[in-house]
């Protein structure tokens, strides 16, 4: 069993007399200790699915499961209690992350405050997740002495303070330099590495492709494609393949560019072969 496990998975929000479809029947897997990418456009869905998993937000159809979590069934108090234990966040914007009047260390130990840990322990683990993304040395600095990259690893080790399952971050190198965003991604590896844990990251920048080992396209509120970087025959040399993702009803979103190319629109042709489908655009399309 996945450790997040969406299926058939709705969101619809009113707006006034309308109705936005943010989430249309999204399946998607997601097993322990797994680093991916959620990449899509503005208004595919990723950032709606974000809340989902964070429990900001609860969809209005379908099941969502995060380790021995549903989602789906958890009242306000079993949900705050989820946000504070279970999942950790970090965001864009860097001032959102950090409280400016306190140190990196001090805001690394905050949630354990609300956690009930005592002194002791929670300056030890402060040191111990600052020390594990590289900001051993300023522990007594403030946001404001801290440069965008530095305040987004300190973001980290506040999202990892409470020990969770699930790491969330919506775009976290989205504010600084390449290089920044280089060590900010090197830092999620090692806290994947040394700690397990799940890490989910939401971005527009398809660059990300070759940082992580799986990237989940989304289109239209559902998983559309997939990129996986997977061991070549070697053993060492990493090789990436693009899947289009086929649902359990059996639906699958072809990739925009290749309906361009080859005009599909409305219909297409399918014709199976002993080991394929074709599929092929409709070549005698008839006039409204």
């Not at 069993?1 to 058939?8: A, G, R």
């Not at 354990?112 to 030890?124: D, H, I, Q, W, Y």
């Not at 522990?139 to 303070?161: C, D, H, I, K, Y």
């Amino acid at each position: 069993m996945s450790f997040i496990e969406c299926d058939n998975l709705v969101k619809i929000y009113k707006i006034a007399e309308l109705e936005v479809v943010a989430l249309q029947g999204l399946d998607l897997a997601i097993d322990s200790g797994e680093m991916i990418a959620l990449i899509g456009p503005s208004g595919s869905g990723k950032s709606t699915l974000m809340n989902v998993l964070g429990g900001l937000d609860i969809p209005s159809a379908g099941k969502v499961k995060v380790g021995e979590y549903d989602l789906l069934e958890l009242n306000r108090r079993q949900q705050t209690i989820y946000r504070r234990n279970a999942v950790g966040f970090v965001w864009q914007q860097t001032a959102r992350n950090l409280l400016p009047y306190l140190s990196a260390r001090e805001n690394v130990e905050m949630p354990m405050a609300f956690k009930g840990l005592s002194s002791s322990e929670r300056k030890g683990r402060a040191e111990e997740l600052l020390d594990a993304v590289g900001l051993s040395d300023r522990l007594n600095n403030r946001p404001s002495q801290l440069s965008g990259g530095e305040q987004q690893r300190a973001a980290l080790a506040v999202a990892m303070a409470n020990e969770p399952q699930l790491l969330l971050a919506d775009e976290p190198t989205g504010e600084v330099d390449s290089e920044s965003a280089n060590q900010i991604f090197d830092t999620m590896h090692t806290l994947n590495d040394q700690f397990g844990v799940t890490i989910v990251i939401v971005t527009h920048d398809h660059a990300v492709a070759g940082r992580v080992n799986r990237v989940v396209g989304m289109r239209d509120g559902r998983a559309s494609t997939e990129v996986l970087r997977r061991a070549g025959s070697d053993g060492v040399e990493l090789t990436e393949e693009e899947f289009a993702v086929l649902d359990r009803t059996g639906r699958l979103q072809l990739p925009q560019g290749y309906m361009d190319v080859l005009e599909m629109e409305k219909r297409v042709i399918l014709r199976l072969h002993d080991d394929h489908i074709g599929i092929y655009p409709d070549t005698q399309k008839t006039e409204a």
